[in-house]
């Protein structure tokens, strides 16, 4: 299959670079700068993105790889930290930056060059960068500059090297996806056949074979990235299929009891399922836990130790099934990309686990590709576009200790928040809607794409009726995304803040304070923990 390789030099965007090649209709894998050269031979990619990183060539510990990667006849484009190894290899110079540069940066590309054709010759490019190019190698020509940055690009047409300081995968870039896409269909020669269809026929296929007679267990949390797993492999296997969904008592507001609702035995699909309420066992095990990522391990593990006791009961099981996404994969530390969180279906998972094997359908996918292969499958809209919300729960929505009081504070807080939200969100359509007379629905541009309440460990000084109070603050979180891995903040009407900020101080017991989170993604993350 055609394919694009990304070479991982621990940069936070390199997951960004595989769902914008993607975007190309091109199928794309990250893998860690470790990879050998014979295996990037039998991978047979089209072309090679290096990503950025935050080493620097000086330094003995860096990231680095061997000169054959440029001699492979393969097209190579480096990023920012890709790029300057590739001069540094070749035999450039690269030096400390007399100015970094940090943000948006007005970039001048020359118009002849080959990565930049049809590419606007002043826009803006994202910068992040303190070494820089000083000297190109030879048999390569400078293609872009900045103010600071004289050799912002360079390329080697012959030899199919490409090389840019700025990031073109960031969307702060103008004009990065047309130059991705001239990487990839022009220079890489890549067609774009990578479709859904094909990736669920495939995936169909490939699950039968693998399992074969096998039984399976399906770790089912009602959210969009298990329930499209649990489909997908009712569609491939049918009854040989049981899912479990383990109630951890981190759930939203009624959410249980939705799940079963419409897995269970009263709703549309012929699943196995399985319901464990094991609320009081989490929360015996997250007591007096404060730190982030021991409550991640802790629920994941015994998330596992839930399953393994169910499959148990069952008999013979052979596989587990999760949910698990591209973006788990690889936040949770792929080769030497900084660890930001250990995602619970991934970082969790213990060394000893009673099952042959797990089964992870979804794990080359991103989140858009997930919904849309959930589309194919045929599974209700409102259940693929639904929001998603964390395999650890709740537990990530409090920050600090976890107890059985918090966790329903932000139930209650986060059950007013989307209430409201999608009151407001039925007035703006209705509003629309009688104002013209075309058919169809649309969203108020401030719709969240996720949005929830947490709780912070704050308690501050209050006042209600005469008396003094001392209670929690909770925050509201609101962001727009398309990808989950950038997001800016969801400009929901003042007004709607307020009156839900009145209502959840009013009716909820233990809050005296709301506050709204104003940061984006990055620096900030979406979830709290
Ligand atoms: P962050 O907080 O990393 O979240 O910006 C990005 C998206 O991932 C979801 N998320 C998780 N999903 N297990 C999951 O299945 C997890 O451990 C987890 N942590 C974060 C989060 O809700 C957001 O949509």
């Not at 826009?123 to 103010?147: K, Q, R």
């Not at 022009?186 to 074969?212: N, P, Q, T």
Request: proline content about 5%; charged content about 25%.
């Amino acid at each position: 299959m055609e394919n694009i390789l990304v070479m991982d030099f621990g940069g936070q965007y390199n997951q960004l670079i595989a769902r914008r090649v993607r975007e190309c209709n091109v199928y794309c894998e990250v893998h860690p700068n470790l990879i050998s050269i014979e295996e990037i031979r039998s991978m047979d990619p089209k072309g090679i993105i290096l990503t950025g990183g935050p080493g620097s060539v000086f330094k003995e510990d860096s990231p680095t790889y061997s000169k054959e990667l440029f001699e492979l006849g393969i097209p190579v484009l480096g990023i920012c930290y890709g790029a300057q190894l590739m001069a540094h290899r070749l035999g450039g110079r690269v030096e400390t930056a007399p100015v970094s540069e940090y943000g948006k940066t007005p970039l001048r590309v020359r118009p002849d060059a080959r990565l930049f054709k049809e590419v606007r010759e002043s826009s803006i490019s994202w910068m992040s960068h303190t070494d820089y190019i000083a000297s190109l190698p030879e048999g390569f020509v400078n293609s872009a500059e900045t103010e600071h940055c004289p050799n912002a690009a360079m390329e080697n047409p012959a030899k199919g090297l490409y090389a840019v300081q700025f990031h073109p995968e960031v969307v702060h870039t103008e004009e990065g996806m047309k130059i991705l896409r001239n990487f990839v269909y022009d220079i890489c020669g890549c067609e774009g056949k990578w479709r859904m269809d094909s990736f669920v026929e495939k995936s169909i296929a490939e699950l039968r074979e693998k399992i074969g007679s096998g039984r399976v267990l399906c770790a089912l949390s009602g959210g969009v990235d298990s329930s499209v797993a649990a489909v997908l492999l009712s569609k491939a296997i049918g009854e040989q299929l049981t899912c479990v969904f383990v109630d951890h008592g981190l759930l939203r507001k009624n959410e249980g009891d939705e799940v079963e609702a419409v897995f269970g035995p009263e709703g549309p699909y012929k699943l196995n399922f399985i319901r464990v309420n094991a609320a009081e066992h989490f929360y015996e095990r997250l007591k007096g836990v404060t730190e982030p990522e021991q409550k991640r391990k802790i629920i994941g593990e015994e998330f596992i130790r839930v399953f393994e006791a169910e499959a148990r009961k069952l008999g013979q099981v052979d596989f587990l099934v999760q949910g698990t996404i591209y973006p788990d994969v690889i936040e949770s530390g792929l080769g030497n990309s900084a660890t930001i969180k250990s995602h619970h279906n991934v970082g969790g998972l213990p060394e000893h686990v009673d099952f042959k094997e797990i089964v992870e359908p979804l794990r080359m996918l991103f989140k858009d590709e997930v919904r849309s292969a959930g589309l194919k499958l045929g599974i209700p809209e409102h259940l693929v576009f639904r929001q998603p919300f964390p395999g650890p729960g709740l537990g990530i929505r409090i920050i600090g200790e976890v107890t059985p009081e918090k966790i329903k504070i932000v139930q209650e807080a986060d059950a007013i928040y989307r209430e409201e939200i999608a009151a407001a969100a039925g007035e703006w359509r209705k509003a629309q809607s009688a104002g013209s007379n075309t058919a169809g629905v649309s969203n108020p541009p401030w719709l969240p794409s996720q949005y929830f309440a947490a709780l912070t460990n704050m308690r501050s000084v209050g006042v209600m009726g005469d008396g003094r109070t001392y209670d929690y603050a909770v925050a509201l979180r609101a962001v727009n995304t398309t990808d989950f891995m950038t997001a800016d903040v969801s400009a929901i009407p003042f007004e709607l803040l307020t009156h839900i900020a009145d209502r959840i101080v009013a009716e909820v017991r233990g809050v005296n304070r709301v506050l709204y989170d104003l940061t984006s993604k990055p620096p900030g993350t979406i979830e709290m923990e």
